[in-house]
């Protein structure tokens, strides 16, 4: 194609020396190259990326699709101006081997580029997918991102150097040591990110709790390195990925899965107000609608049982008796059960703990109906408001430390 070139001009009775059959030569590289620039990216990816943009699809953002068309349109340039110079110029030329040179190291450089766009474009997808939210695929391409910078600026010492790119890659196991306490962290983010999403231990919008790093919130990103927490006070934490594997930390969202979340907390009653209930007080508890079907129960339980102890019943300590404190245990159990925020294919109950100084503490252990954190406090504060408020009908105390307002009435008095 050259030398047609160079003939036609020849028969025009143009003269092409040496150095004007260069300066054509490049002349006509850098329009080509001109040429091809304004037709990719003044007219085709132009309208290219306005008529993705017309499709209005929400799973691949429009700066991302844009980032990688434009950058593949340069590789392609690369590879045009590379096939223009050995077209072109002569062979083992000087200006050959410099655009030659040049156009590689932009070729790679770009290819590179387009590949990092590529990724972005992935994770960007991957987000609208099961796969995405389990993986900590950020993790994984970031590592990947690395391992392809490595090798591209390896390509390019050597294209530079002149030297074969296999003897670079023999000089690396000199330098692995060296290697290993710079990319410390990224190998053990990256071995890290992987030990997570093999054993599915931590994923983006996750409730993670690391009291040591003070992170208590969803997880908004796994990354390389580190790990982005989004605390519920609504600051940010960031902890090293390997940490998650060499310190324990509190996943929430088998919590989350579930359905339900726990309640356990507990009520210190005083000891000194544990009695039997007289008959009046048994009568007058079978009013409560949850309470009558067990004081009846228990009524002829208990009576069956002291009618075979005949004289001995009229010592209290021979016979069965009711307890306020037993029935108001059986009382929160049927109130748990009819509560309408609270799940009854979960663990219920309403325990004893081991009594304290403090009282003895009466534990309730349900888990709510909702995992919603505001819904959960309500139902919780709602229970235990109702408990303060009926532990008198059932003639108990509870405990309280003496407060100034105890200290001043027992002065007055």
């Known amino acids: 194609m050259k030398e047609m070139f160079f003939r036609w001009l020849a028969g025009l009775g143009l003269e092409v020396t040496g150095m004007m059959g260069l300066v054509i030569a490049l002349g006509f590289i850098v329009l080509t190259s001109l040429l091809l620039h304004m037709l990719l990216h003044r007219v085709l990816l132009v309208r290219l990326v306005g008529v993705l943009g017309k499709t209005k699809q929400v ?12 950058r ?25 081997q410099l ?39 950020r993790g994984i391409f970031q590592g ?40 410390k962290d990224p190998i ?39 790990v982005k927490v989004s605390n ?36 210190n009653i005083d000891m000194t107000s544990v009695r039997f209930l007289t008959a009046d007080e048994q009568l007058q508890l079978k009013q409560a609608q949850l309470l009558a079907p067990y004081l009846s129960r228990k009524e002829q339980e208990l009576s069956a049982y002291n009618q075979q102890l005949s004289d001995a019943i009229s010592c209290p300590i021979n016979g069965r008796h009711l307890t306020n404190l037993g029935t108001l245990r ?35 252990y349900c888990f709510t109906a909702t995992t919603a954190w505001a819904d959960y406090e309500g139902i919780q504060a709602d229970i235990f408001d109702h408990i303060f408020a009926i532990i008198e009908q059932f003639h108990l105390r509870l405990h309280q430390s003496p407060t100034g307002y105890d200290m001043r009435a027992w002065q007055k008095g």
């Open 59 to 70: 799973w691949l953002p429009p700066q991302l699709q844009q980032r990688l068309f434009y």
């Open 72 to 96: 593949l349109a340069f590789v392609l340039q690369g590879a045009v101006l590379l096939g223009q110079a050995e077209i072109w110029l002569p062979r083992n030329s000087d200006s050959l």
């Open 99 to 137: 655009i030659e040179m040049v156009a590689q190291l932009w070729i790679l450089l770009f290819l590179l580029l387009s590949l990092f766009a590529l990724l972005d474009c992935m994770l960007s997808v991957s987000r609208y997918t099961r796969l995405g939210r389990d993986l900590p695929l």
């Open 144 to 183: 990947v991102k690395l391992v392809g910078s490595i090798l591209v600026g390896i390509l390019m010492i050597a294209l530079l150097l002149g030297k074969s790119p296999l003897f670079l890659f023999s000089g690396l196991g000199a330098m692995t040591a060296v290697l290993m306490l710079v990319f």
């Open 188 to 226: 053990l983010g990256l071995v890290a990110g992987i030990q997570l999403s093999a054993n599915r231990m931590l994923s983006v919008g996750d409730w993670l709790q690391m009291d040591k790093y003070g992170a208590d919130g969803e997880v908004t990103d796994i990354g390389l390195t580190t």
């Open 232 to 267: 519920w006070d609504k600051t940010i934490t960031t902890i090293p990925t390997y940490a998650l594997i060499s310190d324990s930390f509190k996943n929430w969202q088998g919590m989350t899965e579930s359905g339900g979340r726990r309640i356990k907390r507990s009520v």
């Open 330 to 364: 059986a009382y929160l159990d049927a109130y748990l059960r009819a509560h309408p925020g609270i799940r009854k294919d979960m663990t219920l109950m309403v325990r004893q703990l081991a009594p304290t100084s403090d009282g003895l503490p009466l534990e309730i």
